[in-house]
């Protein structure tokens, strides 16, 4: 009896081990896709900001344009006028009236554009400084997506072969122990619980006395009435000096 007691409190001081190790690597593979959501919101941000100075640029280009094509159109009707002046005497008074309105409208429009060209080239000057940083934030997004890609990857590459050994690992135990180790294990990532100063490390409940001696000197297989996890040591007494 204390043979079969002995042999199981160390499958369990194992099953803990390969309990821990699951847990760690679902917990990094979960931690790399959350942080790649993260990421990929951030990205977005970036892409945002990118997307604004583009669109400045873009506005301020149409606008020039715009006002461009009107100034040609006026620049033909303020042509077509003088030449009429010069042609029909007795319109003249009311053409030259007109010619003057019209030379006014395009020096504005000149003015307007070289106002415009002199904004869009200092709002791309502003921007072109939050563009680079832009860029260069969503190159190293890209750069840290894959690290975390590949982390993602190896974290769960060991799950099978974790979950493999623990299923060998419950075979080899008391069939009633293993039962209620899984099913501890699907409430606690941890069904195993290290012994801490007379208390379960898994939820800190203290143990009664003779629980926590038994636990202590691997006596008796302790199940703590808190969390159900099972209580051990965390080494053997055996190998403790
Ligand atoms: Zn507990």
Redesign the pocket.
């Known amino acids: 009896m204390e043979q079969h007691l002995t042999v199981t409190l160390a499958r369990l001081r194992d099953a803990a081990e390969l309990y821990r190790q699951l847990d760690a690597a679902q917990r990094h593979r979960d931690d790399a896709q959350q942080r790649q959501a993260d990421l990929l919101a951030l990205d977005a941000e970036y892409a945002a900001d990118q997307e604004e100075v583009s669109r400045c640029d873009r506005d301020g280009r149409d606008e020039v344009r715009r006002l461009t094509d009107e100034l040609a159109a006026l620049t033909a009707k303020l042509a077509d006028r003088r030449q009429r002046a010069a042609t029909e005497a007795k319109l003249a008074a009311a053409l030259a009236v007109d010619i003057a309105s019209l030379a006014r409208r395009r020096d504005e429009l000149q003015a307007r554009i070289r106002e415009v060209q002199e904004q869009t080239a200092r709002a791309n000057a502003a921007l072109a400084a939050d563009a680079t940083v832009a860029a260069d934030a969503r190159a190293g997004i890209a750069r840290q997506r894959e690290v975390l890609a590949d982390r993602g990857r190896q974290a769960e590459a060991v799950v099978p072969e974790i979950t493999e050994e623990l299923a060998h690992l419950l075979r080899l135990l008391p069939p009633r122990v293993a039962g209620r180790l899984a099913q501890i294990a699907r409430r606690h990532g941890d069904p195993v619980?290290d012994l801490v100063q007379g208390a379960?490390a898994?939820?800190?409940?203290t143990l009664p006395f003779q629980h926590a001696v038994d636990a202590d000197r691997e006596t008796a297989l302790v199940i703590?009435?808190?969390?159900?996890?099972y209580?051990i040591p965390r080494s053997s007494r055996r190998t403790r000096g």
């Not at 898994?202 to 409940?205: I, M, P, S």
């Not at 703590?224 to 996890?229: E, L, N, P, Y």
């Open positions: 619980a379960c898994g939820c800190g409940q703590c009435q808190g969390c159900g996890r209580i």
